[in-house]
């Protein structure tokens, strides 16, 4: 049987220099923008230019590549990957938490680059009421297609932000009173053993090396999420949930007192 072919709208991807150029200038939520290296011609330039003031993240990238992703096979060295919908800010998932009289349940993705995973862990954020995700600019899945699809419609009910630096939001979250638990298989902190009731940001590091360096030392906590079987550790869909999930059972004890 052959394949069904796949439509440009379907894929999130929009090639060209006119569509291009028109989805930046009607604003429509791009979640990053693959530019042909070496394109320095005046309006590959300018479209550029635009993208970077409406905070896209813009990729150089071999014409290989672009071949390789167009759908098209007419991106005239440019192809934007829409967002599945609109970024949102700190300052709005905070919030969430503030008029839900809630203390934040925040999940951090510390370099998740599968997008299966991030769908996955924002749909297990959505259903376990934490307030919102975070993700980083650079080396990590965005809010693409693939990503709301797996999350099965939990993008659409949950704010997701995009920062440029996750060091720098850990010390943000900190002066703002959030204390910071990273998931860390050789953590010295037990899961169970630990108080996830006030507020609270849920590191997840990446699928192949988990936390980087910088992330881990900002975390307040090392948890470990006790393993009985013979291998060592879960992938961070799995690891989010059960840690969101713990959280969960903690809150909810509490409030039922």
Known sequence: MKDREV???????????????????????????????????????????????????????????????????????????????????????????????????????????????????????????????????????????VVEKTSAGAVRFLPVARVPNIPALLRELKERGLWIYGADAAGETTLYGTDLRGPAAIVIGSEGSGMSRLAREGCDFLLSIPMQGRISSLNASAAAAVLLYEAVRQRRAAAER
């Open 7 to 145: 439509r440009p709208e379907e894929s999130g991807l929009i090639e060209g220099r006119n569509a291009v150029r028109e989805a930046l200038r009607a604003g429509t939520a791009i979640d990053k923008l693959y530019a042909a290296r070496g394109g320095t011609d005046y309006t590959l330039s300018r479209m550029i230019a635009q993208a970077k003031e409406q905070g896209v993240v813009v990729v150089e990238a071999d014409r290989r590549k672009l071949d390789a992703m167009s759908v098209t096979h007419s991106h005239q060295g440019v192809i934007a990957v829409a967002a599945a919908k609109e970024y949102a800010s700190l300052d709005e998932i905070l919030n969430a938490a503030a008029e839900k009289g809630e203390p934040p349940l925040v999940v951090v993705c510390d370099e998740i680059s599968d997008p299966h995973n991030l769908g996955a862990i924002i749909r297990t954020a959505e259903c376990a009421g934490a307030h919102g995700v975070i993700i980083p600019k650079r080396r990590s899945a965005g809010l693409t297609a």
